[in-house]
């Protein structure tokens, strides 16, 4: 879920969303600095399929995804496998395949194995390889799980968001805690030993303790991997309409600060890692896909609206899947548009993303990856959130400290 991103603190995936790279500028030029252009020698370990069909929109969503569609979903499986078989591969096969929405397992689990199929056959899985599926409670059963499972994919990631029936009206989402706990068995029934949940936090009406009730349902579970989401109102949603109209009685800051610290503590205690900003995950299953992308590395992406990035490229597929169909079936594509990267805004983005791991940007990467020490090009815009304590920087990481992580839009800004 991606927000706003206009105030300081701002924890879940919505940080950091008012990075526009066409404002950042190129050091190429500049003397006494290689250019450190992304290099295209990167290849591309990652893939992501973008399935963007639903059964209702929710109330916070604007992700690019559709209810009502069901007439197209064979014609655009179909156009995702064109898509697929046309694109270049490197030689170098894929480490992890993403499958998400919208609701991907509102498709048949015959049709998303069809797709994993594509994509095995152009690109080639290496051993190991992660497969993940974005599923919400109410559109997964048995049989179909267990064909998705024996199709090769590895990985869950549940929508469940909370544990409170009410909440979960609230928020317009056609499953209930019940469904969450049965789709997360029928999981572990089929075969899934790596599973993830998503909460919300944040959310209208919550209080603490029914967030912290959320938490002891999820920890009951034992999942292997637990995603925290701030709520982020977005303009078009129900929520932003009602907030518009003074009608959305959301938790105050304090509060959103006490349930995003009381999830960290109570996941710590129970032996999660905290690897990023809205991450937790048992030891061995963070999840390696998203990785990618908060190291800023290439992928491809497929799919009405997915982004990908290859060879310094970054493009983006038309949105409505009416369109991503017609173009996929003239044409083999359906990208609506691209940019070549700047170093400028390759090294931005590196450092924009990396600050979201707990661990921060490596330096010594860096320095493979760009040819220019870090301090080099950003020793100015260092200094001040330094300083402040915000920031910590040793001779093989720069990340952010406790306090620089709740302000992490500021601190993020410095570098931009």
């Not at 603190?9 to 190429?28: C, L």
């Not at 979960?168 to 089929?190: E, I, K, N, P």
């Amino acid at each position: 879920m991606l927000g706003a991103g206009c105030r300081c603190f701002k924890i879940g995936v919505s940080v950091f969303r008012d990075f526009n790279p066409e404002t950042s500028g190129d050091i190429s030029a500049e003397p006494g600095f290689p250019n450190p252009a992304l290099s295209a020698s990167i290849l591309p370990r990652a893939a992501y399929i973008h399935i963007p069909f639903c059964r209702a929109k929710c109330c916070y969503c604007d992700f690019n995804s559709y209810p009502g569609l069901e007439h197209l979903f064979e014609d655009y499986v179909e156009s995702l496998i064109l898509e697929i078989g046309v694109a270049e591969p490197t030689g170098a096969p894929l480490e992890s395949v993403y499958f998400g929405g919208g609701t991907p397992t509102i498709l048949p689990a015959s049709a998303l194995a069809r797709i994993l199929d594509a994509v095995r056959d152009r690109f080639g899985l290496a051993g190991g390889a992660e497969i993940t599926v974005e599923a919400n409670p109410g559109t997964v059963d048995a049989p179909g799980l267990a064909l998705l499972r024996a199709a090769g994919f590895n990985r869950l990631s549940i929508g469940v968001q909370s544990f409170d029936d009410r909440v979960l009206s609230r928020l317009g989402r056609v499953h209930t805690s019940g469904q969450a706990r049965d789709g997360f068995r029928l999981g572990r029934d089929a075969g899934f030993e790596n599973i993830g949940i998503d909460l919300m936090y944040g959310l209208p009406g919550q209080s603490v303790s029914e967030w912290e009730r959320t938490l002891e349902s999820a920890l009951g579970l034992a999942p292997e991997h637990v995603s925290l989401y701030e709520l982020s109102i977005e303009e078009g949603t129900v929520f932003g309409n009602l907030r518009r109209a003074s009608l959305l009685d959301l938790p105050d800051e304090d509060a959103q600060i006490e349930m995003y610290l009381t999830a960290i503590n109570a996941l710590a205690a129970a032996g999660y890692e905290h690897y990023e900003m809205s991450n937790l995950a048992l030891p061995g299953r963070r999840s390696r896909h998203n990785q990618t992308y908060w190291r800023n590395e290439p992928y491809f992406g497929f799919g009405a609206g997915a982004s990908g990035c290859v060879a310094g490229v970054r493009y983006t597929n038309l949105r409505r899947p009416e369109d991503y169909i017609e173009s996929t079936r003239a044409t083999g594509s359906a990208v609506e548009s691209s940019e070549a990267l700047t170093g400028r805004q390759a090294m931005g983005e590196t450092i924009m993303l990396g600050l979201r791991m707990i661990e921060g940007v490596d330096l010594g990467a860096f320095r493979e990856r760009f040819g220019v020490e870090l301090a080099e090009v950003y020793g100015r815009e260092l200094g001040e959130p330094a300083a402040r304590g915000l920031v910590e920087l040793t001779e093989t990481r720069l990340r952010l400290s406790e306090a620089g992580l709740l302000i992490a839009n500021e601190v993020a800004a410095e570098f931009l």
